[in-house]
């Protein structure tokens, strides 16, 4: 990837297939998986507030290693790099949302 990805987008993407995939066996991938796809696309959006962001962090940090297999970790990884590397850019998404255009970033791998 390269700076002219959306890293929101992005990671966006990979919460809809986890929450997808998710077998729904354990209580913390069936519910916590929805969550943060729930979360991280209110947050893409701008349509969040600021607390959302620790919010899906914080569900993340509640699904790794709760898990019978590793899909809640895979789940949880990416949102904890996010919120760790690109915080900055989740506050900036919320607050000036009107200034973000989708077909500005729009990955064409999908």
């Known amino acids: 990837m ?4 959306d890293m929101i987008a992005a990671i966006r993407r ?3 297939f986890y929450a997808h995939e998710s077998c729904g066996q354990c209580t913390p991938c069936r519910e916590g998986t929805p969550i943060l796809e729930q979360l991280i696309t209110r947050i893409e959006n701008g349509n969040a507030d600021l607390k959302e962001i620790d919010l899906l ?3 993340s940090k509640k699904i790794e290693g709760a898990t019978i297999c590793a899909l809640g970790d895979a789940a949880a990884w990416p949102i ?3 919120y ?3 915080k900055d850019v989740m506050i900036d998404r ?3 949302k009107d200034k973000y255009d989708p077909k ?3 990955q064409k791998c999908f």
């Open 2 to 5: 390269d700076k002219s990805v």
């Open 14 to 16: 990979l919460a809809h």
């Open 57 to 59: 962090n914080e569900t």
């Open 80 to 82: 904890q790099g996010l």
């Open 84 to 86: 760790n590397h690109f």
């Open 94 to 96: 919320i607050k000036n």
């Open 104 to 106: 500005k970033y729009f």
